[in-house]
């Protein structure tokens, strides 16, 4: 079956370290990953999209990783802030749908 | 961008009734979804909103326990009948504008639905 797999687990971090987020996915071949920001009691908000044939996308303080042999995403903020605490979630883009994982959630802690 | 709107933000409902959440976006959009999410999981894909026509159900959604409706390119309901406690959950739409697979997904605030 097919799966998304993100760390269920807290992610807790000093402020200032950068956050690495994990999100593995099987028995998909998705031409694009994208990453979102939720907050408690909100709707997901997008922050990166990469495509199957890019390796790496930066934004700012953000970069993501993509690994179509490992099938696997990597997603890192950099000096990171309290700010910064939120669930962070993937979705892979397969046929015209978007598939999400569970989501990571981050504290920064000042 | 796009921002969406939904209407309720939340309610609390009597099994067996019916309620309609409303997804309202301040611009044209190519594809609108319905998503529910429990706390601590992950989005669930109930639907894509086509414009004028049937929506297209994932598998364990069926139109007749969540009818939806898109009408125009800015707005869709969805109707979540005959309800049960074990539809309590948020509800999400969203929008993508563009070309589906190079844009972003917006999302609205989602609709808190509380079924005793």
């Known amino acids: ?110 | 961008s796009a921002v969406i709107s939904q209407k309720p933000s939340r309610d609390i409902c009597q099994r067996g009734t019916s309620l309609t959440i409303q997804c309202q976006v301040d611009s044209q959009v190519t594809m609108m979804f319905w998503y529910r999410q429990q706390p601590g999981q992950s989005l669930t894909l109930i639907a894509t909103a086509n414009q004028g026509s049937e929506a297209t159900y994932e598998s364990g959604f069926v139109i007749d326990k969540f009818p939806i409706s898109r009408p125009n390119l800015t707005f869709s309901t969805l109707t979540v009948s005959n309800m049960s406690p074990e539809d309590s959950s948020i509800y999400l739409c969203s929008g993508t504008s563009g070309s589906i697979a190079a844009d972003t997904q917006y999302f609205g605030p989602g609709t808190r639905l509380t079924v005793l």
């Open chain 1, 1 to 110: 079956s097919q799966k998304i797999e993100q760390n269920s687990e807290a992610l807790n971090i000093q402020e200032g370290k950068t956050a690495t987020l994990t999100c593995n996915y099987t028995n998909y071949s998705p031409a694009y990953l994208q990453w979102y920001r939720q907050d408690p009691g909100r709707g997901p908000v997008f922050l990166l999209l990469i495509r199957e044939n890019e390796k790496e996308k930066r934004k700012e303080r953000l970069k993501v990783t993509f690994d179509t042999t490992l099938k696997q995403s990597l997603f890192h903020i950099t000096a990171s802030q309290p700010a910064d605490s939120a669930t962070y979630l993937c979705a892979l883009y397969n046929f015209n749908k978007f598939y999400f994982g569970s989501g990571t959630k981050l504290n920064v802690k000042p």
